[in-house]
């Protein structure tokens, strides 16, 4: 039967990884998949989520399935984390939420949610965005617009752009923004800017769809909440997909939380129902591990402590690493000023270099990343940032 599929072409960044993989150079650097790397290129466990382990090998006593909506206390701390302590949708019990697998499975399910309301529901994204965005929201048989971005040649946001365009989106739209940590660009909007979308939103009647995936990434835990929290508490409904793949590094696991804001408590039981029956017809329920780590951490003072601050050193590492890469860019002689990448926010940077030049980068010098020129700054490292500010200069000057 399944002779009359078509072949596809593999995966850009899977196939990046396997070409990676079969390089001999022994000074080869991968700055491809988005997985966070520490200085000696490992994706280590983090040592807050290697102690909630312990703690759920002794206190799990069964597994027999949980509740359709997952693990209670993980969407508990989620939510605080992502809207706040004192969330005002959250005191007047306005939001629906379930635990769902990954990332992914969050922006299927809501998306799924969504063709329920509307068949013929459009979603706008950004023009770029993450790749996957598209069949994870398109396959759902949703129609997907874009809104301008960002500008390769200013590496800047085309902000006045972007907001003409969402003048134009029509009530019941949707329209997807990434709360922060902008993937691939790495280009967030200002608080002035989240306003300015905050007040087209309310005027237009869009439905704001937040994808949530690098949070305490950009600029901390709680300011990196700043954009969604905005919508959150002006506008009367909002969709969320959070991940916890990236700052809790739980990549494999699966953990991933799907919420609506609702207009009112009515509708949060409909939406609440409603999601969990989406999810019982994709995969029942989600798998409750990864949820269960994150729920001991977010309620035990001492191991949110000890992640917080783990998060707070992926976050400095990176930070540093985008400034020693534009001084070093400097320092070997670029004629192309690089310090945009010092403004650019979370794990990915956009080089603003063509794809010929990526290219080149791969060819002649074995430093991997993808053709629109994201690079995933959390692979280089203090050993390879020489070599590849070496590279970069060479292939652009
Ligand atoms: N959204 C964005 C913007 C992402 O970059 C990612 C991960 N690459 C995700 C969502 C989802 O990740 P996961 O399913 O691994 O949690």
Same mark, same amino acid.
């Given at each position: 039967?399944?002779?009359?599929?078509?072949?596809?072409?593999?995966?850009p960044?899977?196939?990046?990884?396997?070409?990676?993989?079969?390089?001999?150079?022994?000074?080869?650097?991968?700055?491809?998949?988005?997985?966070?790397k520490?200085?000696?290129?490992?994706?280590?466990?983090?040592s807050?989520?290697?102690?909630?382990?312990?703690?759920?090998?002794?206190?799990?006593?069964?597994?027999?399935?949980?509740?359709?909506?997952?693990?209670?206390?993980?969407?508990?701390?989620?939510?605080?984390?992502?809207?706040?302590?004192?969330?005002?949708?959250?005191?007047?019990?306005?939001?629906?939420?379930? @635990?769902?697998?990954?990332?992914?499975?969050?922006?299927?399910?809501?998306?799924?949610?969504?063709?329920? %309301?509307?068949?013929?529901?459009?979603?706008?994204?950004?023009?770029?965005?993450?790749?996957?965005?598209?069949?994870?929201?398109?396959?759902?048989?949703?129609?997907?617009?874009?809104?301008?971005?960002?500008?390769?040649?200013?590496?800047?946001i085309?902000?006045?752009?972007?907001?003409d365009?969402?003048?134009?989106?029509?009530?019941?739209?949707?329209?997807?923004?990434?709360?922060?940590?902008?993937?691939?660009?790495?280009?967030?909007?200002?608080?002035?800017?989240? @306003?300015?979308?905050?007040e087209?939103?309310?005027?237009?009647?869009?439905?704001?769809?937040?994808?949530?995936?690098? @949070?305490?990434?950009?600029?901390?835990?709680?300011?990196?909440?700043?954009? %969604?929290?905005?919508?959150?508490?002006?506008?009367?409904?909002?969709?969320?997909?959070?991940?916890?793949?990236?700052?809790?590094?739980?990549?494999?696991?699966?953990?991933?939380?799907?919420?609506i804001?609702?207009?009112?408590?009515?509708?949060?039981?409909?939406?609440?129902?409603?999601?969990?029956?989406?999810?019982?017809?994709?995969?029942?329920?989600?798998?409750?591990?990864?949820?269960?780590?994150?729920?001991?951490?977010?309620?035990?003072?001492?191991?949110?402590?000890?992640?917080?601050?783990?998060?707070?050193?992926?976050?400095?590492?990176?930070?540093?690493?985008?400034?020693?890469? %534009?001084?070093?860019?400097?320092e070997?002689?670029?004629?192309?000023?690089?310090?945009?990448?010092?403004?650019?926010?979370?794990?990915?940077?956009?080089?603003?270099?063509?794809?010929?030049?990526?290219?080149?980068?791969?060819?002649?010098?074995?430093?991997?990343?993808?053709?629109?020129?994201?690079?995933?700054i959390?692979?280089?490292?203090?050993?390879?940032?020489?070599?590849?500010?070496?590279?970069?200069?060479?292939?652009?000057?």
């Open positions: 039967m399944f002779e009359v599929l078509p072949q596809l072409s593999p995966d960044i899977l196939g990046l990884s396997a070409a990676f993989k079969q390089d001999t150079n022994p000074n080869k650097i991968d700055l491809g998949v988005g997985v966070y520490d200085e000696q290129g490992n994706t280590p466990i983090l807050a989520v290697a102690k909630a382990q312990q703690v759920l090998l002794e206190r799990e006593t069964s597994k027999t399935y949980i509740t359709p909506q997952g693990v209670q206390g993980f969407i508990d701390g989620m939510l605080s984390l992502i809207l706040g302590d004192k969330s005002p949708v959250m005191l007047a019990d306005r939001v629906a939420a379930v @635990q769902a697998p990954g990332g992914c499975g969050s922006l299927r399910i809501l998306a799924e949610l969504l063709t329920r %309301v509307n068949k013929d529901t459009k979603v706008w994204v950004s023009d770029p965005t993450w790749a996957n965005h598209i069949p994870l929201i398109g396959n759902a048989g949703l129609a997907i617009e874009t809104y301008p971005y960002f500008d390769k040649a200013s590496a800047s085309r902000f006045d752009a972007m907001l365009a969402l003048k134009k989106v029509e009530k019941g739209d949707v329209v997807l923004l990434h709360g922060c940590c902008h993937n691939p660009t790495g280009a967030d909007l200002t608080h002035e800017q989240w @306003q300015a979308v905050m087209v939103a309310k005027e237009r009647e869009f439905l704001p769809f937040v994808d949530i995936a690098y @949070q305490g990434f950009g600029d901390g835990i709680e300011e990196d909440a700043y954009g %969604v929290r905005l919508l959150c508490e002006n506008l009367p409904e909002v969709i969320i997909a959070a991940s916890c793949s990236k700052n809790f590094g739980l990549y494999r696991e699966r953990v991933g939380l799907a919420a804001v609702t207009a009112d408590t009515k509708t949060k039981s409909i939406a609440q129902a409603q999601i969990q029956n989406v999810a019982r017809g994709i995969y029942s329920m989600p798998p409750s591990y990864g949820g269960a780590l994150v729920d001991i951490i977010l309620s035990d003072v001492a191991l949110k402590q000890e992640w917080q601050s783990e998060v707070n050193e992926m976050r400095n590492r990176m930070r540093t690493l985008r400034s020693l890469l %534009v001084d070093k860019l400097s070997y002689g670029a004629q192309k000023d690089f310090s945009f990448v010092n403004q650019q926010k979370g794990m990915f940077s956009f080089l603003c270099i063509s794809p010929e030049q990526v290219q080149k980068m791969r060819s002649e010098h074995s430093v991997y990343f993808v053709d629109s020129s994201r690079v995933n959390a692979g280089i490292s203090l050993s390879n940032v020489d070599d590849m500010a070496k590279a970069m200069v060479s292939v652009i000057n």
